[in-house]
């Protein structure tokens, strides 16, 4: 049966691809302030693993992925919202190691990106990764966070102690 990823680092690096893809696009739409920080980083981060995963099993397949049109074709459509991680995925689909039977099947392609399986540490640790960027990315911006902690100018310091002045003034006396 045609798999899409046969190596551990395909199936991570396709799979974290596909996570932050979906997560850059959900928050692309949202009406937070930040979002667009967010959304330069884990997009890129996402096309930069796409390409990563698809390099890897293209090389484990026999081919070489930087001699081949394919590859770079694939690699030029993962900007492409949606679209693009499926054209990664649909080339290497039909680019099956030499000597493998092409079995088609009912399922197909749907089949095998349904089989495609990551490392859950690796899920864990990106989604922790992607929830801290995304709370860094918009508590920076957040009016609230501004007002409460970030307003030194107008005498808003928040009192611990190295900004508490100890002694100082009974020393003066």
């Not at 979002?35 to 930069?48: D, K």
């Not at 990664?88 to 039977?101: A, R, T």
Request: charged share 15%; proline share 5%; aromatic share 12%.
């Amino acid at each position: 049966m045609p798999e899409i990823a046969y190596t551990s680092l395909g199936r991570n690096a396709l799979f974290a691809g596909l996570i932050s893809h979906v997560a850059a696009l959900l928050v692309a739409m949202l009406s937070a302030s930040g979002r667009e920080h967010f959304f330069g980083i884990v997009f890129s981060f996402a096309c930069l693993a796409l390409m990563t995963g698809a390099y890897a099993e293209l090389r484990d397949r026999g081919r070489h992925p930087l001699s081949n049109w394919r590859f770079y074709a694939a690699a030029a459509a993962t900007v492409i919202p949606l679209l693009g991680p499926l054209a990664i995925l649909g080339v290497l689909y039909h680019l099956q190691p030499e000597g493998q039977e092409r079995k088609r099947g009912l399922s197909g392609p749907l089949g095998a990106f349904f089989r495609l399986k990551a490392n859950a540490l690796v899920i864990f640790l990106l989604l922790a990764v992607l929830l801290i960027l995304f709370v860094v990315t918009n508590s920076q911006d957040d009016p609230y966070y501004k007002k409460r902690y970030r307003n030194y100018q107008n005498g808003n310091v928040p009192q611990s102690v190295l900004t508490r002045d100890f002694g100082t003034q009974e020393m003066r006396k």
